[in-house]
């Protein structure tokens, strides 16, 4: 059982931040409930027109309902769930969020008792009412200004912002859980990507002061990276990359002794060595080219180097760490099976559910809706005038058997 056992959330979420917030109550043993509108939310429909990696990591274990809230029975319905919840995320616009009443003063007259967390582009401000994406909060919060592919600054490929946001909404909800007598202010959270990005990039919005007010001048790095000679992604003997982590003096003398090289005193200091930036890459390039990664995987660890191989994303879970144990969940889906990686504090994992794939669309609206109340006559009635959409067994997700009919005729 997890510590969310008997705790019910629900989502209205779509991509990545509320689904992921949300995905890690659940491997806290919430029961999540996914609210979608007739076409399913944005990831069911990313790959070959079918679920993309988003949808099946992010939203295992789920149930689905699904609900056209513009209308009455609909909005009806929303409503008899929130009066049971005790959680809801979303990521809603402000505007959707409106017009589909799902505003924490409308949910709050329901349940007086609910945890309500807005995931939205911008926090309070001018922007508040704007919508923002991950690559919006990366350009707008110094990132992708340092991240660059041929000089033109662009976005990173994970979309973390959206992703910490996600683990900011859930120390929201818990924090106002741990609170007996959480305030509406504090059952009332709202976060913006935007802030997220702020506190992600505090560490480099500071450092840029430091440097201007030491120098005068606002000193631009091109990355943390760059910043450390010998700090970076080198390719070994056997056409491998390894990655290196040189930030002190003490990094670079292990370096040395691990590749067998006397420590020159002209480049013992790391102030010594980013003067002779272009000296020491050359040292480190051309001596990790002289051995196999697996050369240098002994005689890295044996100095006492950190160091990993840079994985392409096929061969990641191969690694004996990530199999020993096992840091992932094996889940079935459609006629597949997929590895999801598990929230990594294993203590508090649920023990239930772990490997239950993620939902069809509407594959719960039935049973939901019968736990509501709702007889099969009344049930039929709200499928036929498309208030709820219920799952389908032939649903052919990726269009395979489509494809496959194609090609034999």
Not at 84 to 102: G, I, W
Not at 366 to 394: C, F, N, Q, Y
């Amino acid at each position: 059982m997890g510590v969310l056992a008997n705790k019910t959330v629900l989502e209205l979420g779509s991509m990545i931040a509320a689904p992921f917030a949300t995905h890690i109550l659940g491997q806290l043993g919430a029961e999540i409930i996914k609210i979608e509108p007739p076409g399913g939310e944005t990831t069911r429909r990313l790959v070959r027109g079918g679920p993309s990696g988003t949808y099946i990591a992010y939203n295992r274990g789920k149930k689905s309902i699904c609900l056209n809230l513009q209308s009455e029975d609909g909005a009806r319905i929303f409503r008899s769930l929130v009066a049971k919840a005790d959680m809801l995320v979303h990521n809603l616009s402000p505007s959707a969020a409106r017009k589909m009443k799902v505003t924490f003063e409308e949910c709050e007259a329901i349940n007086p008792r609910i945890v309500f967390c807005h995931i939205k582009g911008y926090g309070p401000g001018p922007l508040s009412e704007e919508i923002a994406s991950n690559p919006i909060a990366e350009a707008a919060t110094g990132v992708m200004f340092a991240n660059r592919t041929n000089g033109k600054p662009s976005r990173l490929g994970p979309s973390y912002h959206d992703q910490f946001a996600g683990c900011y909404a859930v120390i929201g909800v818990l924090s106002a859980l741990l609170d007996p007598d959480a305030s509406r202010e504090r059952r009332n959270i709202e976060l913006g990507l935007y802030e997220t990005g702020l506190h992600i990039a505090a560490r480099e919005l500071v450092g840029v002061q430091l440097k201007s007010q030491i120098t005068g001048k606002a000193e631009q790095e091109p990355s943390p990276e760059f910043s450390m000679p010998g700090y970076g992604a080198y390719e070994t003997a056997d056409g491998r990359w390894i990655y290196l982590v040189m930030l002190t003096d003490d990094h670079w003398r292990k370096f040395c002794r691990a590749a067998v090289l006397e420590v020159d005193p002209e480049l013992a200091t790391l102030r010594q060595r980013r003067k002779h930036r272009a000296v020491v890459e050359d040292i480190v390039t051309q001596n990790v080219k002289r051995f196999s990664f697996e050369e240098w995987t002994g005689s890295l660890a044996a100095a006492g180097v950190g160091f990993t191989e840079v994985l392409s994303a096929d061969k990641v879970l191969d690694a004996k760490q990530a199999r020993t144990p096992a840091k992932y969940s094996s889940i079935p889906f459609s006629s597949f099976t997929f590895e999801a990686p598990d929230f990594p504090v294993a203590a508090s994992l649920a023990t239930e559910g772990l490997v239950a794939p993620p939902p069809l669309l509407g594959e719960h609206t039935v049973p939901l809706l019968r736990e509501a109340g709702h007889s099969d006559a009344e049930i039929k009635t709200l499928v036929e005038a498309g208030t709820v959409v219920t799952a389908s067994d032939d649903d052919d997700l990726w269009n395979m058997r489509t494809e496959a009919l194609a090609l034999a005729r």
